[in-house]
């Protein structure tokens, strides 16, 4: 690994005490939320300003020191860890709304501000940002990581939620992409190649973002079904009818009963869709009794509607600790996340064949997905110290990749590719990624952006 203390020194004079080499901080921004070891950066730099970012990435490229962007560090995938050292860019001091236009439905932010706390600041003006990820994650980490979540069916992904953008290219270059406007026929899409990268083009500064009116009525639900695919083809029969599902949401029954661990719930162990309702008063009840007349084909029970805004959030909050109820069922206290999304007539078969898999290599796993558009979740409970389990969960991984392939899907809807799911970009991409390889080429020649991730070693 190179010697970057000289970017460093550069860096310090520049930044002051915010060019920070404590072991507590660098400690911190080598932590994550699954299993990989703890990977500290050399140094970590708070910038407060776009200009600053200019002017860290021109000295890291003259110096070709590696530039980790770092958000709220939800990323399931090692997307924000430092692997070939060098500077860890924390962005959560460049978490201002820039400017607000409601009667354009957008917003232009920082990208350290989160979902949560932009949310609070529209709260008077009667729109919301859409996309909920579940953890409170950045909206710039959420952006490079093209995040998704619950309400993707109905609003969308980050992809579609996006106007324009502002990024710092690796020779501290300021660009600027997209519009204001809501299409665009001019020049290449860079705002959306940006979109996704997982910080290895450019470090976004600022995002322009589509907002939504808040629903005159929202109502969630839960219902129960006798299995996973009964579940599953009501989820289809349901997006086929066109009923405008803002969230539907399939929980096998082991991760039902790592809710009842974690949470203390008492949800039957039994495979669940947990569903929410957005539009006019008349408008939900109707979409809620097309929903039922659908789910009772499929045999399902207890359906059962939270229609407060306290029930709901509890409902929701149950949902977006998946995480944390998954490792409830484990005795090492980590999960290996896995995801992939498949073509939602596929979805049984793949949900099927992930929990026969699991049950055959003898490891504890969840299934929660965002099943409205064939995304799903399988969380693994491992011991990390447990060389023989995490071999077996490494293979269940795989395994689960290639059912997705064979099946016309995809090896990641939500996660990204980071460090965990590299191995497998050829397979999905082909002679793509050498295309790939060309515009990280063309845009980061020195490779400080995110090294070692998004491509295989050559």
């Not at 995938?77 to 430092?82: P, S, T």
Request: hydrophobic share 40%; net charge negative.
């Amino acid at each position: 690994m190179r010697d970057h203390s000289q970017a460093i020194t550069e860096l310090s004079a520049m930044l002051g005490e915010r060019l920070v080499t404590s072991a507590a901080d660098l400690n911190l921004h080598g932590q994550n939320e699954t299993y990989y070891p703890n990977t500290p950066p050399d140094a970590v730099a708070y910038p407060e300003t776009t200009e600053e970012v200019s002017q860290i990435l021109k000295i890291c490229h003259a110096q070709e020191c590696p530039v980790v962007a770092y958000g709220a560090a939800s990323s399931l995938e090692g997307q924000h860890l430092a692997v070939a050292g060098g500077i860890s860019l924390d962005m959560s001091r460049m978490a201002r709304v820039l400017s607000l236009d409601a009667e354009d439905l957008k917003v232009t932010v920082q990208p350290g501000i989160t979902r949560k706390s932009l949310n609070e600041e529209l709260r008077a003006t009667g729109l919301f940002f859409s996309v909920d990820p579940g953890a409170d994650a950045s909206v710039g980490g959420m952006a490079a990581t093209r995040a998704s979540g619950t309400t993707a069916v109905r609003y969308g992904t980050m992809r579609e939620n996006v106007l324009a953008l502002e990024a710092v290219m690796a020779d501290g270059t300021i660009i600027r992409a997209g519009s204001d406007a809501r299409k665009s026929s001019t020049g290449y899409d860079l705002a959306h190649l940006l979109i996704g990268s997982e910080g290895t083009l450019g470090i976004i500064t600022e995002l322009t973002l589509k907002l939504h009116g808040v629903p005159e009525t929202i109502a969630a639900a839960t219902c129960r079904f006798p299995s996973v695919e009964d579940a599953v083809n009501c989820v289809i029969l349901t997006i086929q009818s066109g009923i405008p599902m803002a969230r539907i949401e399939l929980v096998d029954e082991m991760m039902v009963r790592g809710f009842n661990a974690y949470a203390k719930s008492d949800f039957p162990e039994i495979p669940h869709l947990f569903l929410e309702f957005h539009g006019t008063e008349a408008g939900v009840k109707e979409q809620m009794s097309s929903f039922a007349d659908i789910a009772s084909e499929f045999g399902s029970d207890g359906f059962e509607t939270a229609t407060t805004t306290e029930a709901r959030n509890a409902l929701w909050a149950i949902r977006h600790n998946s995480h944390y109820a998954s490792a409830a069922l484990g005795q090492g206290g980590h999960i290996w996340p896995t995801d992939v999304c498949v073509p939602i007539s596929k979805l049984a078969e793949a949900v099927l064949q992930a929990q026969r898999d699991a049950k055959a290599m003898g490891l504890t796993a969840t299934i929660v997905g965002h099943v409205g558009d064939g995304n799903f979740h399988a969380g693994l409970s491992v011991d990390p110290n447990d060389s023989d389990e995490m071999e077996r969960a490494e293979k269940f991984t795989t395994a689960l990749a290639e059912t997705a392939l064979r099946l016309g899907g995809t090896v990641s809807g939500e996660h990204g590719i980071g460090l965990g799911k590299v191995k497998f970009m050829n397979a999905e991409h082909g002679a793509a990624v050498a295309y790939m390889r060309a515009i990280k080429t063309a845009f980061d020649p020195k490779n400080i952006l995110n090294p070692n991730k998004m491509f295989p070693a050559h």
